[in-house]
């Protein structure tokens, strides 16, 4: 039996080898080329049973140069493998029709396991969707949002019902838009209602509707939130903090696919999706009695979970860029952060996550003086944004910047002699706030540190801090 034949796009030959390596140990036959040119010479002259291509091909772009590939090898099965790691890329890599996309790092055996099941007859319909990648609502390249992207785009021409998890300020809104703006339904309305923020004794009508008389203030029929999302989305946020006897009604819903207002006579049929979400761990909450166990499993038949941003830390400086521009449209000053305060925001500990990083940067933009933003400065708002919490925020954010060292330390090329390390990565931010308290003054700053004052001076030198500079 003939080997099965791949053809790979990668102009990265250490990433081209350790693909080739893996794929003939599994049996392939795999030839390799660099650009784009290479690739449609290749597949004129041969034939091929799959694609694997990158999207960076220096003076292309490996995704919008498939269309010629799939016209003129329509049953051909494509995987993409990228470093542009956005929302955008996965979006794109769907509308292809592409098996899967892989981001980069990838892991080895996901790669070969994805090639075997690519290699078997599949019914893949293609994703139709289209947004420019400036009006994508989620920002970030982390590996923990490189998996919610992916799972986004596999969601995109289906109706699946979602549960969007994560704490408050992760984003759970804009997971569901873009869902929604980026599927078969973003011609529909998209609905959103906060289950937290409607009074218990009104849920059923807010969202169900009403007719003319139903109950006392009933003056008039109203069309409820299911109905007004009709060929479109409704998204129920903050859904574990819905009454028992609307989560009865909204299951009955969803199992027959109709409504009933309330006081009404007739059943109205449902063309909606539903996407849900909450920060409450829902296994607490059934074994609790406050929400129902059926009803959990007809919402979560494809939970996205959101990492809180001291999760995705990497994603900070994007974010913060990101809320400069749209301060900027919104009428606000052009700023920009220094790379000290970039730093600084990086290894806060973001207790209300984006939400929180958000209302800083904003915060910053409008009280900031100078065009580029200090630490200082960004030290000041965070002090005042963590308020009675300062003491436990700030522990939190120290066992964050502890574990950050720690990660960069255990990837570095030498990892013996890790403590004396990250005692250096400890000491010299200490004895330099140490010395700008004392006003230079080393007497003083060893006898608050508890040392002898040549150990003081011995550490001032090995670390090059001027106490002079700290006067």
Request: with cysteine; aromatic share 4%.
């Amino acid at each position: 039996m003939a080997k099965e034949k791949i053809i790979l796009v990668e102009d990265d030959l250490s990433v081209s080898h350790v693909i080739i390596t893996a794929l003939r140990a599994e049996g392939y036959d795999v030839e390799n080329c660099k650009s784009i040119a290479e690739r449609d010479a290749l597949m004129a002259s041969s034939r091929y049973d799959l694609l694997l291509t990158d999207v960076g091909l220096g003076e292309g772009d490996g995704i919008s140069s498939l269309g010629s590939v799939k016209a003129t090898h329509p049953d051909i099965p494509i995987i993409i493998i990228s470093a542009q790691n956005t929302l955008n890329t996965a979006v794109r890599a769907s509308e292809t029709g592409a098996f899967e996309y892989l981001p980069k790092p990838f892991d080895l055996d996901e790669l070969v396991t994805v090639v075997g099941q690519a290699l078997k007859p599949k019914n893949i319909q293609p994703i139709e969707p289209s947004m420019d990648e400036e009006s994508l609502p989620l920002v970030g390249r982390s590996p923990a949002m490189q998996d919610v992207y992916r799972m986004i785009a596999r969601l995109l021409k289906n109706d699946l019902s979602v549960l969007v998890l994560g704490e408050s300020g992760t984003g759970k809104e804009l997971v569901a838009e873009a869902i929604h703006g980026l599927g078969h339904r973003k011609s529909g309305p998209f609905i959103a209602v906060n289950m937290a923020a409607i009074p218990s004794e009104l849920i059923e009508a807010e969202l169900f509707g009403h007719e003319k008389g139903a109950f006392t203030g009933a003056v008039a029929s109203a069309s409820g939130k299911f109905e007004q999302a009709q060929g479109g989305t409704l998204f129920l946020d903050e859904i574990g903090d819905m009454p028992m006897h609307a989560q009865t009604r909204l299951l009955r819903a969803l199992q027959t696919g109709e409504i009933n207002r309330v006081g009404g006579k007739g059943p109205v049929k449902l063309d909606v999706r539903i996407i849900a979400a909450t920060n409450h761990d829902f296994v607490a909450l059934i074994e609790q009695g406050k929400f129902r166990e059926d009803l959990y499993y007809r919402i979560n038949v494809v939970p996205i979970e959101l990492p809180p941003l001291r999760e995705r830390a990497s994603d900070i400086p994007a974010l913060t860029n990101h809320f400069l521009k749209l301060a900027v449209t919104e009428g606000l000053p052009h700023k920009q952060i220094s790379p000290e305060g970039m730093n600084l925001l990086c290894h806060n500990y973001w207790r209300g996550n984006v939400r929180e990083l958000k209302n800083v940067i904003y915060r910053l933009v409008v009280t900031g003086r100078e065009d580029t933003l200090s630490e200082d400065a960004i030290r000041q708002i965070l002090a005042t944004e963590r308020g009675e919490d300062r003491a436990e925020s700030a522990n939190m954010e120290f066992e964050a910047h502890i574990k950050s060292i720690v990660l960069d330390l255990m990837v570095a090329p030498e990892k013996e002699n890790l403590y004396v390390r990250a005692l250096e990565k400890f000491e010299k931010p200490l004895l330099t706030e140490m010395m700008h308290h004392a006003h230079g003054n080393q007497i003083k700053a060893a006898r608050i540190l508890g040392i002898n004052r040549n150990t003081l001076r011995k550490k001032l030198n090995e670390y090059q801090i001027d106490p002079a500079r700290s006067k």
